[in-house]
C-alpha cells in the first residue's frame, strides 16, 4: 500500500519523538505537529491497522520495522534537503519548510543524486 504524505508525516515525527524519548503517545505526537488529539488518534488507528505502528495497553506507539522504514527515510530526506537548501543560501525557516514539501515527492533516484553530490563537495 503506498502511504500517503500524512501517513510519512506521522511516522517521521513518532521517529524523532522516539529519538528524544523511548516513551511516544498520540498527545506528544498532537503537541509536536500541533494537531488536535482526535485526528491524531485517527490517524494512529490507521497506521496500525495497516502495520507501520503498534500501540501497547499504555497507550505508547512504537513503529514497526517498515514504519521505523518509512520514518527514518523521511526524516533523512528532511534533514538532507533543508541542509542542502542552507548550503545554496535559502534562510533556515524557508529551507525548512521547502523540505518538508520536497521530502514526499522527490523520487529516490533524484535524491539520492543529491546526497552523492553533497558528499562530493
Known amino acids: 500500500m503506498e502511504l500517503k504524505e500524512s501517513g510519512q508525516m506521522y511516522l517521521e515525527t513518532i521517529y ?5 524519548s523511548s516513551a ?3 498527545l506528544d505526537v498532537a ?3 500541533g494537531f ?3 485526528s491524531v488518534s ?3 488507528g490507521i497506521l ?14 512504537t513503529l ?16 538532507t534537503l533543508t541542509s542542502f537548501l542552507i548550503k545554496l543560501g535559502v534562510s533556515e525557516k524557508t529551507a525548512a519548510e521547502d523540505a518538508c514539501k520536497m521530502e514526499h515527492d522527490i523520487s529516490d533516484a ?7 553530490h553533497i558528499k562530493n563537495k
Open 64 to 79: 514497526t520495522p517498515e514504519g521505523r522504514r518509512i520514518g527514518e527515510k523521511i526524516y533523512d530526506r528532511h534533514t
Open 110 to 116: 533524484t535524491f539520492e543524486a543529491i546526497k552523492a
Open 24 to 26: 511516544v503517545r498520540s
Open 31 to 33: 503537541q509536536h505537529m
Open 16 to 20: 524523532v519523538l522516539s529519538l528524544k
Open 48 to 61: 496500525k491497522n495497516n502495520g507501520y505502528l503498534l500501540m501497547d495497553k499504555d497507550g505508547y506507539l
Open 42 to 44: 485517527r490517524a494512529v
Open 36 to 38: 488536535s488529539k482526535p
